[in-house]
């Protein structure tokens, strides 16, 4: 199946990642801008949900409807910390989702992700899945994460981040060719510390202020 990477290039989102990028940029203001993009990424990321037709009454007449068709809510899974952020906001659109978490940190010195959490709802073989995660640096978190959640076999699974860069797309789709991710931006590169550049530095630490 052949790799893909959606640049979701609206001018919104492209105006408040640069907001978010900026290093004077307080938490308080981070939080609600990762929010407001996240329903914007949303918006783009479910563009296929398929619909069906239901007969309804408006207060006028009779018509035919449309509503979302896939009988299991959608299922988005949070990779922790940062994940919190993207799914605070896509709750706001999707409020009837159900979410799963897993637990993962970044050893700083090895850069490969650590686990120590994992919980997804029941039925995940009848729902579509969304991970998100604000950053795809060296793509081995996300690697993880799908490693983890394919073993619970989605109906479908899509990659949603608000920065990725070169290598870790490159890297995440030499293991997961059949995910498709979806970012705001592809940055730079990466630098010998494993961050994005230009990026907007640490995500956990600035959406939780923990620096
Ligand atoms: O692509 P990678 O090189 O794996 O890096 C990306 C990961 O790094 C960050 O999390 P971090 O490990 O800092 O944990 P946190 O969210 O708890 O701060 C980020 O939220 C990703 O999960
Ligand atoms: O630039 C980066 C890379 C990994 N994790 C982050 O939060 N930022």
Redesign the pocket.
């Known amino acids: 199946m052949p790799s893909k990477v959606t640049v979701i290039d609206h001018p919104l989102i492209q105006h408040k990642l640069t907001l978010m990028r900026r290093e004077e940029t307080s938490t308080a203001k981070f939080r609600s801008l990762l929010i407001e993009i996240s329903m914007l990424l949303a918006y783009e990321v479910t563009r296929d949900l398929p619909l069906k037709y239901e007969v309804i009454k408006t207060p006028l007449a009779e018509m035919k409807a449309p509503v979302l068709a896939p009988e299991k809510k959608l299922v988005i899974v949070s990779i922790m910390r940062?994940g919190q952020g993207i799914l605070d906001g896509m709750l706001q659109l999707m409020p009837s989702a159900r979410v799963g978490h897993i637990g993962l940190y970044?050893d700083p010195h090895t850069l490969t992700p650590v686990e120590y959490y994992f919980k997804v709802p029941h039925d995940i073989e009848e729902r579509d899945m969304i991970v998100v995660d604000?950053?795809v640096?060296t793509g081995n978190s996300a690697i993880a994460a799908v490693d983890r959640l394919k073993e619970t076999n989605p109906k479908t699974l899509k990659l949603v981040c608000l920065?990725a860069a070169p290598e870790g797309i490159a890297n995440f789709h030499a293991h997961h060719p059949d995910v498709p991710i979806y970012t705001a931006a592809i940055d730079d590169c990466?630098d010998e510390h494993?961050?994005?550049i230009p990026?907007?530095?640490?995500?956990?630490?600035r959406l939780f202020g923990t620096k």
């Open positions: 940062a970044r604000p950053m640096a920065l990466l494993g961050y994005i990026g907007l530095g640490d995500a956990g630490d």
